[in-house]
């Protein structure tokens, strides 16, 4: 059984910053890549930031220069610092990861955690 758990979103001002975390728990023998989403109401699912476990991350155009997503390795974790938030930044974000477990390797997904940017 392997879970996923978010931390760290909330209520911040336009101009802001945020720290998420996302944390791998279980019966994992490997974390290959590791991805941020982020889902408004009413839009589509839209991927945000990934860290490949072995390649150069990339981000949305529309992130590019404000968020920077890194992982710890040795505690199965991800993380996204954003900064300088925008109202259009409001989402639940959700974290993705591909683990292996035994012999398989499944994409697994966190709950969400809640970000909302509003003055």
């Known amino acids: 059984q392997v879970q996923l758990v978010e931390s760290g979103g909330g209520l911040v001002q336009p101009g802001g910053s945020l720290r998420l975390s996302c944390a791998a728990s279980?019966?994992?023998?490997?974390?290959?890549?590791m991805t941020w989403y982020r889902q408004a109401p009413g839009k589509q699912r839209e991927l945000v930031a990934v860290?490949?476990?072995?390649?150069?991350?990339k981000y949305a155009d529309s992130v590019k220069g404000r968020f920077t997503i890194s992982r710890d390795n040795a505690k199965n974790s991800v993380f996204l610092q954003m900064n300088s938030l925008k109202p259009e930044d409001t989402a639940v974000y959700l974290c993705?990861?591909?683990?292996?477990?035994?012999?398989?390797?499944?994409?697994?997904w966190g709950q969400g955690t809640q970000v909302t940017v509003s003055s």
């Open positions: 993705n990861a591909d683990i292996r477990s035994g012999l398989w390797t499944n994409a697994y």
């Open positions: 279980g019966n994992i023998h490997s974390i290959y890549t």
């Open positions: 860290s490949p476990s072995g390649g150069s991350t």
